[in-house]
């Protein structure tokens, strides 16, 4: 099976991440690396505004607005008001996780498999805020998880927040059906898309939920420090913004002491900000936007199945990951029988020049498949295990 099947000239792809001539990359769940003309136009705008500042004529400002509308449309939003810039998708999950008006006893149902953007801010706010939060154990299945759901809630139940796929297992969820049962039981909805934005298709309308949050530094190949934040428009007011500053309020009146937000996305947004770095992500989207998206998900998905099988064949790896890529994405975890995870990655990394990610909570190996990545690519890490550990 040959990467082309997949959609995508991989050596074309390949010649513009000059890194991969060095190393094997196969760790863009954890950072993802810019094409060279991506970073080129991010390096011009940076350039252009540091050195320059008003001089600059605003370049990065109209990149920033153009890169805001071309999201809402990659993830299916209303339109761009929905749309708010962060730093990351941890921000994204702060803003709603701080905006909510919590009482001692309220509830959030999340999952046993969320990255520490989530639990860590749901266990400060159990021990400062006296918020209670309830751990359900994964599952791919609709009929499952909705057993789940309805086992945890109660009367207090106020937020459900989960991945849409978890970054331990590359896990996808049900979360339209997850979505719809919070909405019937007038429950809100917060789904972390750290690891879904450039690797598989989301509507979010479709999917219903009322609020996303994902990263520009990871599957979308952007800056470090970028990231964006997706409310409904109509539940967006239900979030009080933590931090006000000039540009997050529609109406103000110094004197008469009055402020009020903006009643869209921009009301998370204030004062000078990283502006060259948007308008960086969105020189990543039109990298993207060259190759095609649907050629981009539909090599995610050969190459996730063609490690998936390569792994299958190996009796002293155990898969985690859901073997049907429904209900997985372009992560994938596996155990390494007798083996420290954490040992074998760092071998692969000075002896092999092999980048993975480790799943302590499992003494896994995590692998991110990208758009850029190659069956080459998964035969050399094959390789490199049946010598250190098959």
């Given at each position: 099976m040959g990467t082309e099947a997949a959609g995508l000239l991989s050596e074309q792809v390949r010649d513009a991440y000059p890194v991969l001539k060095e190393v094997v990359y196969l760790n863009v769940g954890t950072y993802g690396i810019m094409p060279q003309s991506a970073f080129a136009e991010f390096q011009a705008m940076l350039t252009d505004f540091e050195t320059r500042g008003v001089a600059a004529g605003g370049r990065s400002g109209k990149g920033t607005e153009d890169t805001r509308a071309r999201l809402a449309k990659l993830i299916g939003a209303a339109g761009p008001e929905e749309i708010a810039f962060t730093r990351n998708a941890t921000d994204g999950i702060n803003l709603v996780l701080a905006g909510l008006d919590w009482q001692p006893g309220d509830e959030v149902i999340t999952t046993d498999e969320e990255h520490e953007a989530l639990n860590h801010p749901l266990s400060y706010l159990h021990t400062h805020r006296g918020l209670n939060f309830k751990r359900l154990v994964v599952s791919p299945e609709a009929d499952v998880m909705l057993a789940r759901l309805n086992e945890a809630y109660s009367p207090k139940t106020r937020l459900v927040a989960m991945s849409f796929v978890t970054c331990e297992t590359g896990t996808r969820l049900p979360v339209k059906a997850i979505c719809q049962w919070a909405a019937e039981h007038n429950v809100l909805s917060l789904l972390d898309g750290a690891q879904v934005s450039g690797a598989i298709p989301i509507d979010v309308q479709e999917i219903g939920c009322d609020f996303y949050t994902s990263n520009g530094h990871k599957w979308l190949s952007g800056p470090k420090g970028t990231g964006f934040f997706y409310g409904k428009r109509e539940k967006l007011e239900l979030l009080s913004p933590a931090h006000v500053g000039a540009g997050s309020l529609e109406k103000v009146d110094v004197p008469a002491g009055y402020g009020e937000p903006f009643h869209s996305g921009q009301r998370f947004e204030f004062g000078t900000r990283a502006w060259s770095g948007t308008a960086g992500l969105g020189a990543a989207l039109d990298w993207f936007e060259g190759l095609g998206w649907d050629n981009?998900?539909?090599?995610?998905?050969?190459?996730?199945?063609?490690?998936?099988?390569?792994?299958?064949?190996?009796?002293?790896?155990?898969?985690?990951?859901?073997?049907?890529?429904?209900?997985?994405?372009?992560?994938?975890?596996?155990?390494?029988?007798?083996?420290?995870?954490?040992?074998?990655?760092?071998?692969?990394?000075?002896?092999?020049?092999?980048?993975?990610?480790?799943?302590?909570?499992?003494?896994?190996?995590?692998?991110?498949?990208?758009?850029?990545?190659?069956?080459q690519d998964i035969d050399t890490l094959m390789a490199a295990l049946d010598e250190i550990c098959g």
């Open positions: 981009v998900y539909r090599h995610v998905h050969t190459l996730n199945d063609y490690l998936k099988a390569r792994i299958l064949e190996r009796p002293y790896l155990k898969l985690l990951s859901p073997v049907a890529f429904e209900q997985s994405s372009g992560l994938t975890s596996f155990v390494i029988e007798e083996h420290e995870a954490q040992q074998v990655a760092n071998m692969l990394r000075e002896q092999k020049k092999i980048y993975t990610r480790v799943v302590p909570h499992y003494n896994a190996m995590r692998v991110a498949t990208a758009h850029f990545n190659s069956t």
